[in-house]
T-cell receptor
Framework: DAGVTQSPTHLIKTRGQQVTLRCSPK?????VSWYQQALGQGPQFIFQ???????QRGNFPDRFSGHQFPNYSSELNVNALLLGDSALYLC???????????????FGQGTRLTVV | AQSVSQHNHHVILSEAASLELGCNYS??????LFWYVQYPGQHLQLLLK??????LVKGIKGFEAEFIKSKFSFNLRKPSVQWSDTAEYFC???????????FGAGTRLAVHP
């Protein structure tokens, strides 16, 4: 059973460019969340996708956008990259049952984005 | 704003020493609580979780945590650490369902043989 997979593992971009990160959730999971983990900090919630729609959003600017596909995989897009966007971007998936929110999130290994 | 505080950023222990990592959160409603571990070069893995019931929860690898509602705390403990416990430990809170996790800044644990 494959866990959460993310691609690419590492990425170097120039300030002002755009980037797309990809995530495939764990088998049987339909909810995908994205987190940003800056060096020396805990992960920060960016947004969550369920049924191909953004369900919740953290305190991130509109430069951060996402998408979820019918097969539950997801993309994170960041436009107009800033040096401060350099971080580890984590994808987490979880099963979502409408009557039970007591579920846990499973994380991928992340994509290390460096903006130069 | 909802937040999670982890009291120790770096902890250094010798093997067989006891471990307690502090975690406090700020949220007055019902919460789900988690401890995740990140071993060097690996992804975040769930150590243990609290949803309801017995406030003393046991996780993998001999870890346990106690939820004290009156203190808004969820401290992680292990009676005897091993060198393989060297990792970064994150406390996380799900304050309103749907798995929107709020993480603490993490505690980096180094265990010396």
């Amino acid at each position: 059973d494959a866990g959460v997979t993310q691609s690419p593992t590492h990425l170097i971009k120039t300030r002002g460019q755009q980037v797309t990160l990809r995530c495939s959730p764990k088998s049987g999971h339909d909810t995908v969340s994205w987190y940003q983990q800056a060096l020396g900090q805990g992960p920060q919630f960016i947004f969550q996708y369920y049924e191909e729609e953004e369900r919740q959003r953290g305190n991130f600017p509109d430069r951060f956008s996402g998408h979820q596909f019918p097969n539950y995989s997801s993309e994170l897009n960041v436009n107009a990259l800033l040096l401060g966007d350099s971080a580890l971007y984590l994808c987490a998936s979880s099963p979502m049952r409408s009557t039970d929110y007591n579920t846990e999130a499973f994380f991928g290994q992340g994509t290390r984005l460096t903006v130069v | 704003a909802q937040s999670v505080s982890q009291h120790n950023h770096h902890v250094i222990l010798s093997e067989a020493a006891s471990l307690e990592l502090g975690c406090n959160y700020s949220y007055g409603g019902t919460v789900n609580l988690f401890w995740y571990v990140q071993y060097p070069g690996q992804h975040l893995q769930l150590l243990l979780k609290y949803f309801s019931g017995d406030p003393l929860v046991k996780g993998i690898k001999g870890f346990e945590a106690e939820f004290i509602k009156s203190k808004f705390s969820f401290n992680l403990r292990k009676p005897s650490v091993q060198w393989s416990d060297t990792a970064e430990y994150f406390c996380a809170v799900n304050p309103g369902g749907y798995n929107k996790l709020i993480f603490g800044a993490g505690t980096r644990l180094a265990v010396h043989p």
